[in-house]
């Protein structure tokens, strides 16, 4: 996924400050008061970048049938059990060339998109267009915001526009904002962003 970054090494070593220990604390305030719960039973949604699952799970334990994908081979024993229980599963591979039978009513972004050196970040777009199914939503936190691109990442600096402009014409912007609940250890802004994956063009 980013080049000249080890993240198994970054695991093995224990460096992974961008692992909060728990789910982001605005999943679990929308999972709870219900604005991203599944539309139907058996609603499928995809995790890129799961890292140790604390997200994947927590969507799964909301009634997702949760796809979390992670470049981390050594990650699946420690996820791939507690999100199989939940009715998930987990995937060794690259998330930008992760493909599916099947596709998803959800794409939960939370430190993948950062992570992705910005040449790659269309490449993302056209792989998220091509995994939701019209009418899915790709809901997004925006981190870090207002880190300047001369300080290089990851994680990068990212902007809501950057995450408009790789989406392009086949999502409609439904929300896009500051976070209600950020991680207070972090340093740059968080933010929000919701977007419906629409059936075509003229839409």
Wanted: net charge negative; hydrophobic share 40%; aromatic share 8%.
């Amino acid at each position: 996924m980013v080049e000249g970054t080890d993240w198994a090494a970054r695991y093995r070593s224990g460096d992974t400050p961008w692992d909060l220990g728990g789910p982001h604390p605005e999943l679990l305030v929308r999972l709870q008061d219900e604005r991203l719960v599944p539309p139907r039973p058996g609603a499928a949604a995809l995790v890129p970048g799961a890292g140790a699952g604390h997200d994947a799970l927590a969507l799964a334990r909301r009634g997702w049938a949760v796809t979390a994908v992670d470049l981390v081979e050594a990650l699946a024993p420690r996820v791939g059990p507690d999100l199989e229980r939940e009715g998930g599963r987990f995937v060794v591979g690259d998330a930008l060339e992760f493909e599916a039978e099947d596709a998803f009513d959800l794409v939960w972004d939370h430190t993948f998109f950062c992570a992705i050196p910005p040449e790659r970040r269309e490449a993302w777009g056209r792989r998220v267009a091509a995994l939701l199914a019209p009418g899915g939503v790709y809901a997004a936190l925006v981190f870090p915001v207002g880190k300047p691109a001369s300080e290089g990442g990851p994680p990068f600096g990212m902007e809501e526009t950057h995450v408009r402009e790789v989406l392009g014409p086949l999502f409609r912007v439904d929300e896009c904002g500051p976070v209600s609940r950020s991680v207070p250890r972090r340093s740059w802004r968080e933010h929000w962003l919701g977007a419906t994956r629409i059936a075509s063009e003229a839409h």
